[in-house]
């Protein structure tokens, strides 16, 4: 994996390719390749380790141009990064591919192959593959039949397109579990993994699924399903901008997205709420009926949008009172889960292409007790949205930077829209659902003064660029708030951190606790704030460096050992988005000031779709 793009056209295609790349760098990756077919149909090949702009600047040397060809932004799964590993591959000189996703009998197939006389110059799953596709269609004769030949044999996950100089019009792809979609443009077509590649050049887009195969020239596209049988792809028109994707007067896209969450939480609302709760059908796939059996709910996510789903079962629990179980979506796909009756599976994702959290839901999805399935979700065309019963869509716009920010707040704001759902029919008060949809309304104008605090977050932030280590605290819903206050430092500044329900410092985190130990407390004005104090105590009187975000009602001083950051008075329901913020801008301004790559931090993928 990690980014895809190819392109069919009657002119050029190689500044459309390397734009392209350059829009898919958020993902992440380590390398980058492109191959073209000359007007001499010859097949060309450029890979570079390291940056597209290091690709960019040896194609404009070479002076390579074509009418197809396809590209890629790998980030290592097999082989370490390098040259020779990345995309894309080719077999026998005129046959190239590149590939997201994991090929899981991927060594068979290259034993297979390599007593049959093929030679590998990779340590890659994907040049098996490109082998694997030149042996069939050489055996069959037939192009599409190779492929499709070759397709049967493969196991895992796999976006794959094929150019082949022998077919110097004609571009081939298939997809199992790995995000392609068809850019159509006038007279000119484009593969990737991504909208984002294709909005210079089109807005209108289709969709494929697990199974399809597209055979692409000039005059048009035919999409095949599984069996081979012709189907039909609904065209879609993206609402998404060239400007949507572009920083703008930001340095980063982090700091943008960050700025950008007053509107992306307006946004997850607009037209969802009324004054005594949520407008008909707002989630669309779910409701009245079925959220009055709702009895338990199982939260399915990783990373960030797991800390979001902690966060939710605070407020479920205690204003729908329905159970709530959290499960980090790798641990659950594996396990033999009980799950009760009239369970609501709700799993997010920002992209909907997680491939763990994508699988779980795909198992779920066959277990009776399971009432139905929710996703919470950026992005409208994805597997996950598709795939679920019913779905709320967080409306952020795109998310470049590798670490969430806007995607997170957005995901609180859906949650609490669920919350709300639910209460209603739990036996919420209607004047206590008045009271938070009164709440919501303001929480874009919260988050903007939020913002009047970063000249104070910029001066702490300078205490933790030569640190090492962090703890983050906090209490009740806030404790998932700490953890994604760790976990966004620990990403992008490479300090190793870790977040902790205060009240288990006592019970081992303490002893890590010195003058060189920086400990970030969040400490909202509500019914555990006693609590806290106590655990800030804990840590000052054993010489900690404390940093608490409080209210100025909590009555917390600053003095020897502890620096605030005085927060906006919030009501206790919204005050965990509110909170969220600082330590996004936190994490930021350390990063900074350490000269991190902020938007693509090493090793991480923005999709992470294998396992």
């Known amino acids: 994996m990690c980014g895809i793009i190819a392109a069919l056209a009657q002119r050029n295609v190689t500044p459309i390719l390397i734009e392209g790349l350059q829009r898919l760098e958020y993902r992440g990756y380590d390398s980058a390749g492109v191959a073209i077919v000359n007007d001499s149909d010859e097949l060309k090949r450029v890979r570079v380790k390291g940056k597209v702009a290091g690709l960019r600047d040896v194609l404009d040397e070479l002076q390579l141009s074509g009418h197809i060809g396809i590209a890629h932004t790998r980030w290592a799964t097999h082989g370490v990064p390098s040259e020779h590993n990345a995309h894309p591959h080719i077999s026998h000189q005129n046959l190239s591919i590149v590939h997201n996703g994991i090929i899981e009998n991927y060594e068979e197939l290259r034993d297979e192959l390599a007593t049959q006389g093929y030679e590998f110059s990779s340590e890659t799953d994907t040049e098996v593959v490109a082998h694997l596709i030149y042996h069939y269609t050489a055996e069959m004769g037939s192009y599409i039949h190779g492929v499709r030949k070759a397709v049967a044999r493969l196991q895992g996950t796999y976006a794959i397109v094929i150019l082949n100089s022998e077919e110097p019009t004609r571009l081939l792809a298939v997809r199992k579990g790995s995000p392609l979609l068809i ?60 400007q949507a994707v572009e920083k703008g007067k930001f340095k980063h896209f982090m700091l943008k997205e960050i700025f950008e969450q007053p509107t992306a939480v ?196 300078v205490d933790f660029v030569e640190k090492q280590h962090a703890i983050f605290l906090g209490r009740g819903p806030f404790y998932p708030i700490a953890l994604e206050g760790a976990l966004k430092l620990k990403e992008i500044s490479y300090i190793h951190c870790e977040g902790y329900p205060a009240g288990e410092l006592k019970h081992g985190p303490l002893a890590l606790v010195d003058s060189e130990m920086p400990v970030v407390a969040v400490a909202p004005n509500d019914g555990l704030l006693e609590k806290l104090k106590s655990n800030i105590e804990e840590v000052r009187t054993r010489g900690g460096r404390l940093y608490i975000l409080a209210e100025e009602s909590a009555a917390i001083q600053p003095g020897d050992g502890i620096s605030m950051v005085r927060m906006p008075r919030c009501a206790e329901i919204v005050a965990p988005v509110v909170y969220s913020v600082p330590l996004q801008l936190l994490s930021y301004h350390v990063a900074v000031m350490r000269g991190t790559d902020v938007d693509q931090p090493r090793n991480l993928a923005k999709s992470v779709t294998v396992e």
């Not at 210079?200 to 069996?227: A, H, S």
């Not at 033999?336 to 839901?361: F, K, R, W």
């Open 266 to 461: 307006q946004a997850t609302l607009e037209g969802r709420l009324v004054d005594d709760g949520l407008r008909p059908d707002c989630i669309e796939g779910l409701g009245d009926e079925v959220l009055a059996r709702v009895s338990n709910i199982h939260f399915v996510a990783c990373g960030t949008s797991y800390h979001a789903a902690a966060v939710a079962r605070y407020w479920i629990e205690r204003y729908a009172g329905v159970p709530c179980s959290v499960e980090v979506a790798s641990e659950y796909r594996y396990r033999d889960v009980q799950v009760l009756p009239n369970t609501l599976y709700v799993t997010l994702s920002q992209s909907g292409e997680t491939a763990d959290s994508l699988a779980a839901l795909e198992r779920a999805r066959s277990n009776p007790n399971i009432l139905t399935t929710l996703v919470i979700c950026n992005v409208a065309e994805s597997s996950m949205v598709r795939m679920a019963d019913a779905h709320l869509l967080t409306r952020a716009g795109p998310e470049i930077g590798v670490a969430s920010t806007k995607a997170f707040t957005t995901q609180l704001a859906a949650l609490l829209l669920l919350t709300i759902g639910l209460g209603r029919h739990k036996g919420l008060a209607p004047e206590r659902i008045r009271a938070i949809v009164s709440e919501l309304h303001a929480l874009p104008d919260l988050l903007r003064q939020v913002f009047a605090l970063e000249d104070r977050i910029r001066e702490l932030a």
């Open 183 to 242: 850019g159509v443009g006038v007279q000119e077509y484009f593969l990737a993994s991504d909208t984002t590649a294709l909005i210079p050049v089109t807005q209108r887009f289709v969709v494929l699924e697990d199974g399809d195969i597209v055979d692409m020239n000039l005059d048009g596209f035919v999409v095949e399903d599984e069996t081979g049988a012709p189907v039909q792809r609904e065209v879609f028109e993206s609402e998404m901008s060239a």
